[in-house]
């Protein structure tokens, strides 16, 4: 069985984020690009999985800018068999990505794709959804367990939902996108990262996947959310409660 695993370049998580003086989007120049935390978590459990015997290759794919190659090294450097670059300039939006990946579902023919639950630049926790729709199969989101059948035939997936733990059986091939606590990601050793260098990363252009993209959504401004105020010292509990009524209006 074949893997597909989609891992995304966004801003590294402990980089503090700086909205472009024209507001149009974040600052990106000069900054630190890592791969997406969620993303390395379904690359973990797709390398898992080969390690157990029950698949034959994990590819790595990546969508976007020239710079995308960098991402995929590092999954080639964790133990990803091949990558796939596929060029895209520009901003993608979910749809968009979705559409992508029906395209090279369809050329590759994976028994799994597994994807993280969301990207921590857009925080959208669409995509997944998105291409399970379009593919026409079943689906398993925030998956903290994942249990493949010893036929390849049925995954078990323990979902977290508000309620606590859901499990879902789905019939392969399926669509799956991985939660923190499904695993801990393992670090690229220093042999690997140098093998990675020197792999081919296979490059294809939406015109090679006969795919149309147009972007419906439109980003008017973005800003930086208030800064929070200084809090204060009361002296008693009916000042408290004298601000709480005549200031911050509770009722």
């Known amino acids: ?64 800018s020239v710079q995308c190659a960098d991402t995929l090294r590092t999954g080639l450097a964790m133990g990803a068999d091949r990558a796939i ?13 979705a559409k992508i990946f029906k395209a090279l579902v369809d050329a590759e023919k994976p028994g799994l794709l597994f994807l993280g639950k969301q990207a921590i630049d857009d925080d959208c926790n669409q995509t997944g959804q998105m291409i399970a729709g379009l593919l026409k199969w079943p689906q398993g989101t ?29 019939d392969l091939p399926a669509v799956i996108t991985t939660d923190l606590r499904l695993n801990q990601p393992r670090y690229a050793t220093l042999p690997n990262i140098m093998k990675a260098k020197s792999k081919v990363i296979k490059k294809l252009t939406l015109q090679d996947l006969n795919v149309e993209i147009r972007s419906d959504l439109e980003v008017v401004q973005v800003t930086e959310p208030p800064k929070r105020q200084a809090g204060v010292i009361l002296s008693s509990v009916d000042e408290l409660v004298d601000r709480l009524k005549n200031e911050a209006r509770v009722t």
């Open 1 to 64: 069985m074949k893997i597909l695993v989609a891992v995304k370049r966004v801003v590294d998580y402990a980089v503090k984020i700086r909205v472009k003086p024209d507001k149009s989007g974040v600052e990106t120049s000069n900054v630190k690009m890592s791969m997406n935390p969620f993303c390395e978590i379904a690359l973990e459990e797709a390398l898992r999985i080969k390690e157990s015997g029950r698949a034959s290759e994990v590819v790595a794919v990546s969508v976007g």
């Open 142 to 170: 925030f998956a903290s367990k994942v249990v493949l059948d010893e036929g390849n035939k049925v995954a078990t997936v323990d979902r977290e939902v508000d309620g606590g733990l859901e499990t879902l059986s789905l």
């Open 85 to 97: 670059h596929v060029e895209c300039p520009g901003t993608l939006y979910p749809l968009s990505v």
